[in-house]
């Protein structure tokens, strides 16, 4: 009894395969060639179902320029400007930052902060971040800066609670300020004991103040210090 059970299921295996295998063969060989109304009397190249991947039609892209205009007109990032706007301000009336400094902003996301110092007419900015947005922002690992020593007159670390390694990262931000200069970096709201222990991660700096704000829609405290060690 077994043995003709065994039978009936390898004969029921074997008919399923091969069904299967007509049936993709049927398909294989009626692919249309469209994903449209072949009668349509203009088609659209890029709708072609690819023979081969020499065949491939790409979508047509967003040029950068419409990408930016897009993004730049938004609330969210007008919103996000103005907030960086009032922090670069109160930096400006603290003396830290003026139309000639040379700045670093790090962890700069697509841009705001950029754009706001720009708008208060300092040009000499540079930004970086893991992942680049150009014409505002290139390309850096903020634990590795591909800068000179002592270069800047402010360096910004926008995200320094989200570093990996904030050691390294504070490292980075004093080793490419120069003497004099202040670095300036931005963590989630937080209490006296908190920015005690953030203070502790600068090496070659003293501590100005700190406080908190908003930046970019989110509660924030900016903590300013003083590089007072040439390297």
């Known amino acids: 009894m077994e043995k003709h059970v065994q039978i009936f299921l390898n004969r029921l295996s074997f008919a399923s395969i091969t069904i299967a295998t007509l049936t993709l063969l049927l398909l294989y060989l009626h692919t249309p060639e469209t994903c449209f109304d072949p009668s349509d009397p203009n088609p659209k190249p890029h709708t072609r179902f690819p023979k081969s991947t020499c065949d491939f039609n790409h979508r047509s892209h967003t040029s950068l320029e419409k990408r930016n205009h897009r993004l730049w007109s938004t609330k969210t990032w007008a919103n996000a400007v103005s907030s960086y706007s009032s922090l670069f301000k109160t930096l400006e009336a603290g003396n830290y930052v003026a139309n000639h400094s040379r700045v670093l902003i790090v962890s700069a996301g697509p841009g705001q902060s950029v754009q706001a110092l720009k708008e208060l007419g300092v040009e000499d900015v540079t930004a970086v971040e893991l992942v680049d947005s150009p014409p505002l922002v290139s390309r850096a690992d903020p634990h590795n800066l591909p800068f000179f020593d002592d270069i800047f007159d402010l360096g910004f670390g926008i995200y320094l609670d989200r ?22 970096v931005a963590v989630e709201e937080c209490g006296v004991d908190e920015v005690d222990e953030i203070v502790k991660l600068f090496k070659k700096s003293r501590f100005v103040d700190a406080k ?8 924030r405290t900016r903590i300013v210090m003083r590089v007072e060690n040439p390297s």
């Open 163 to 184: 570093a990996l390694f904030p050691g390294r990262y504070v490292g980075q931000l004093e080793r490419t300020v120069r003497s004099g200069g202040v670095c300036v």
């Open 212 to 219: 908190n704000v908003i930046l970019a829609g989110e509660r």
